[in-house]
């Protein structure tokens, strides 16, 4: 108790909790929505095609040699000079696959982030526009430098509509965010973080304009049917 730092300490009044790393990654899946098309697909089945790419690469170099293999991959060698064709040719073919379909994919990133970065600049002004990636966090958004459009007090009052319990609140306004990242039809000239500036300011102000319950609570406690679903409309 006698620690100066325990005193200098501010936020021992109501401090929502920290976000845990699976719930971070939940939040971020939860994002992804912000991208589309290929983009999209990447970051959700990417990592799948890299591992069977890798397992393939792997079978090559165990049976050609991890030389001879690399030089299939790349299209140095033609997958006949190998000793076995039959294992080089998927290698080769996939190669050319991922290299050209990767490097498609960052192009398409560099040039659709650098647009995205003017967009948001230009609608939002000065604001801090840097902090626009993912699903927010609700206590972030109790700060003012969040970069996110929504009424005033809304993420203190959808926190009191479950009880003060930050988790849970979290929880349904990912769910919310997710279901408007999805909604409508993709908009290719909007990058990922407009996407989601966009579709946090929707929720956000459906969410406030909503009376009762948070639709997500209601679902979850198997409310009458239409019961939420007018109220969201309404
Ligand atoms: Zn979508
Ligand atoms: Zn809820």
């Given at each position: ?29 939860r ?28 079978a ?73 990636t993912?699903?927010?966090?609700l ?90 679903a ?5």
């Amino acid at each position: 108790m006698t620690r100066p730092d325990d005193v200098a300490e501010p936020d021992d009044i109501d401090p929502p909790p920290r976000e845990s790393l699976r719930a971070l990654f939940r939040r971020r899946r939860r994002g992804l929505g912000r991208y589309h098309g290929i983009q999209y697909w990447l970051r959700v089945r990417g990592y799948y095609i890299l591992a069977g790419f890798a397992a393939l690469f792997l079978a090559n170099a165990l049976v050609i040699g991890g030389r001879e293999a690399y030089d299939v991959s790349v299209q140095i060698d033609s997958p006949w000079s190998t000793g076995v064709p039959a294992l080089a040719l998927p290698l080769s073919l996939s190669g050319w696959l991922v290299v050209t379909g990767f490097a498609g994919a960052v192009a398409g990133y560099v040039v659709s982030e650098v647009s995205d970065n003017r967009n948001i600049r230009r609608m939002r002004g000065g604001a801090d526009t840097r902090r626009i990636t993912h699903i927010p966090l609700l206590s972030r958004l109790q700060y003012r430098k969040h970069g996110f459009e929504i009424p005033q007090l809304f993420a203190l009052r959808f926190a009191l509509r479950h009880e003060l319990d930050w988790r849970l609140a979290q929880d349904h306004w990912e769910i919310i965010v997710e279901k408007f990242l999805h909604a409508g039809e993709p908009d290719r000239s909007k990058g990922p973080r407009q996407v989601m500036w966009e579709a946090v300011l929707e929720a956000s102000y459906v969410l406030d304009e909503m009376s009762g319950r948070c639709p997500e609570c209601a679902a979850a406690q198997g409310a009458p049917t239409g019961g939420a679903a007018a109220d969201a409309v309404r």
